[in-house]
């Protein structure tokens, strides 16, 4: 949240803001923006920010946060639909034209060199790179060594599915550790002990995260003790500490049907070190391959798509196995590691080239002309504009709608949907356009709601195929699923006659989610009220106003509550 007003002291309670999808760290241009108003003019001598810190945060993190810059201004120019259908409208506004003279436009052009120059430098360093005639080799082998990692994921993920490893998870147990989010490999650890949640977390992503798992690891002393916010492993040549470390089973890389000795008090570093000794002779006796438990014999892993996975697997570790490049590169006096590194940075410089010669290629011609092209065939296909891009009667409908999806509102007030709805169920499923918060709640709709929700949800299918046809990127179950039926049921009984208490008693919505919703729903409902006066269809006005009489009412419109 900024300040618009000037104070002699800013108090940040927090570090952390949450955007709209996620609680994130300040950046340092929101940073200089609110601190900044600390300090009247004329009035005081120096202004006062206060940051308050509810939780650790690493220097680094700290001085990005204090010392950074500014953030860089960048356009946020979008082309909508309902602009686009305006500007055909309009006997002398071209639409190419107007986006050639927009901030986006202009940022592109001054780019254009930085980006010219990088593109030279990328194809310099693409030259350099010499992998002496074995690059379609390598490509193959970094091919098949990709699909072994991906067949090794999909079978860990089996093998620590909750009721084939909970059962296996005793103490002295040896697992290896790895945390895939940061790349930090911890190596085998033992299990001390584990716990289940009785409530997953806001973050969990499935049941292995209900499961904490306390581990003994090799540790980087640096990060324990609360100095840092995340505990990491120890270097190469680093004398580590073991500790005990909670895990979550997605951390788990391996695990061993080995099992050591573990002493009743691991709060004596003695006997944690005593515990790491064990490991680290476990690991020599076997020559680093510690012997695991067998998904099948041990887990009784029947599931066909694993015994799949597993054939794949075998497959592949045959082929690498079979593979004699490591061997022809080192005849010719190479170094077959040296070698994969070379290409792997050849890929990802070609990656990059990509992208800048797509940039250099945008700024050098009109951005969005592509976009353009594929937004217009979407009118033509959907009856908003004809072959000549002429706006037609559905076009002139969308072109008074900017609060919402102008093309499936549209769709459903010229395809008849609306006349048959009480104007209840037509505020109740408008709210569907602008209720943007995911609600938890189990959904259980009267008939005729879960009725016009369904007709909504054909609609929005049916744009969504065409735009996807038309080469426009679009998920259509996602779109189709953004329209929120969480708020239908309250607007249905507040268009009802009920009372605002009773409304509230209704659902674990917030009390401004609810008046937010309704004042955007009373602004749809105007813009709605326009679009079927411009086509003269007074049964349709007459509707729309009769549904926003009994939305505007009550203390969700009061301009006070002081009032």
Known sequence: MGLNMPAKTVVFVAARKFDGES??????????????????????ER?????????????EQAKKILKGNTDPLKSSFHLGYNMLLNLLRADEADPQYIISKSFAQFQADRALPEAEAKLLSLEDSMAKIDLSGFENDITEYTRLVSQKDSLFDEI?????????????????????????????????????????????????????????????????????????????PREPKQAGEWAVIPCSLKMFERISAVRVYIP?????????????????????????????????????????NFSTLLRKLETVEDKLSSSSLKNSIEAEG??????????????????????????????????????????????????????????????????????????????????????????????????????????????????????????????ATRIGVITQECKIPLDIEEYVQSFEPGAM????????????????????MFEGSIIR??????????????????IGNTELQEKFEAGSEKLKRGVAFQASLYL
């Open 23 to 44: 609680f994130r760290w300040l950046t340092g241009g929101e940073y200089i923006q609110m601190s900044g108003r600390a300090g009247r003019r004329g009035l005081d």
């Open 47 to 59: 202004g006062i920010t206060i940051l308050m810190f509810d939780e650790k945060m690493e220097p």
């Open 156 to 232: 860990r993920s089996y093998v620590f599915k909750p009721q084939y490893i909970v059962p296996f998870l005793q103490p002295g147990r040896l697992v290896k550790v790895t945390d895939f989010e940061h790349r930090a490999e911890f190596g085998w650890g033992v299990i001390i002990n584990f716990t289940k949640r009785t409530k997953p977390s806001k973050n969990s992503s499935g049941q292995g995260d209900r499961y904490i798992v306390d581990v003994l690891l090799n540790c980087d002393p640096t990060t324990l003790g609360g100095a840092s916010l995340r505990v990491g």
């Open 264 to 304: 009743k008090d691991l709060k004596l570093k003695d006997n944690r070190l005593a515990v790491g000794k064990s490991v680290t002779e476990v690991e020599k006796r076997f020559s680093q391959v510690v012997p695991e438990l067998d998904p099948k014999e041990d887990q009784s892993i029947n599931e066909e």
């Open 334 to 459: 190479k170094d077959f590691e040296r070698m994969l590194k070379l290409y792997k940075e050849r890929e990802q410089i070609e990656e990059d080239l990509k992208a800048t010669k797509r940039m250099v290629k945008l700024a050098r011609g009109h951005i969005m002309k592509d976009e353009l092209k594929r937004m217009k065939r979407v009118l033509r296909r959907a009856g908003f504009i004809s072959h000549g891009d002429v706006v037609e009667m559905k076009g002139r409908t969308a072109c008074e709608i900017n609060t919402a999806d102008e093309l499936v509102i549209t769709e459903l007030m010229l395809g008849g949907n609306f006349n048959e709805m009480a104007p209840e169920v037509v505020v109740a499923l408008l709210s569907c356009f602008v209720f943007d918060e995911r609600s938890d709640e189990s959904l259980v709709l009267q008939p005729q709601l879960q009725k016009a929700l369904n007709l909504l949800r054909e609609v």
């Open 489 to 508: 049921r309250v607007m249905y009984e507040w268009a009802s006659g009920k009372s605002f208490v009773e409304v509230c008693k209704m659902t674990t």
């Open 517 to 534: 919703c309704m004042r955007r729903l009373e602004e749809l409902l105007l813009q709605l009220r326009a679009a079927a006066k411009s």
